[in-house]
């Protein structure tokens, strides 16, 4: 129930952020083909960060604590990565399908969707993990936390991030 409550209302949050970007992006629809995908894989990212710490707390492999993040840094790298592998299509495809690809519009719309991804995925990162260490000293189900949170606070993060990245560097 608490989980339901606290997602509701992160929901209610992204509803109004995603509102109030949709004014600056309205003309940019090579933007709006890939929010969805975006804010997905952001989420994705997120994922698995969690699940892995998750399953490390629980087999003992790493200690409840911040500092055990490091311990993570392959998974990190490897979902950040993929992640940034996936932006440069997703780019790509975006304008391929809009009639917009450019050399100066591919590369506009890499860095914003760049800038998105180092913005929400540190904190996604960190908000996953820190999620899952409440969880487990809770004596918690972090199933039941973690990824449902992180899903739903990865979707506001995202939005913001990119209201952010839209901001920085104008099309």
């Known amino acids: 129930m608490l989980t339901l409550i606290i997602v509701a209302f992160i929901v209610n949050v992204t509803g109004t952020f995603l509102g109030r970007i949709s004014a600056i992006i309205e003309e940019r629809r090579e933007v709006y083909t890939v929010y969805p995908s975006l804010i997905d894989m952001i989420g ?6 969690g699940s892995t710490a998750t399953t490390r707390l629980a087999l003992g492999l790493i200690n409840p604590s911040l500092r055990e993040l490091k311990k993570l ?11 940034l592998i996936i932006l440069t299509t997703l780019s790509a495809t975006s304008l391929v399908l809009n009639g917009l690809f450019e050399t100066t519009h591919f590369a506009w719309l890499t ?16 908000i996953s993990f820190l999620v899952s260490i409440l969880t487990f000293k809770r004596s918690l189900d972090p199933d039941n936390f973690v990824i449902p949170i992180e ?3 990865a ?3 995202t939005t913001l991030s990119l209201l952010l990245a839209l901001l920085l560097i104008p099309g």
């Open 151 to 153: 899903s739903s606070l």
């Open 111 to 126: 860095s914003i969707l760049i800038i998105v991804d180092i913005i929400a995925v540190s904190l996604i990162l960190c």
């Open 73 to 83: 840094r392959e998974h990190i790298l490897g979902s950040w990565l993929s992640s």
């Open 44 to 49: 994705d990212v997120g994922s698995v960060i």
């Open 155 to 157: 979707d506001s993060i």
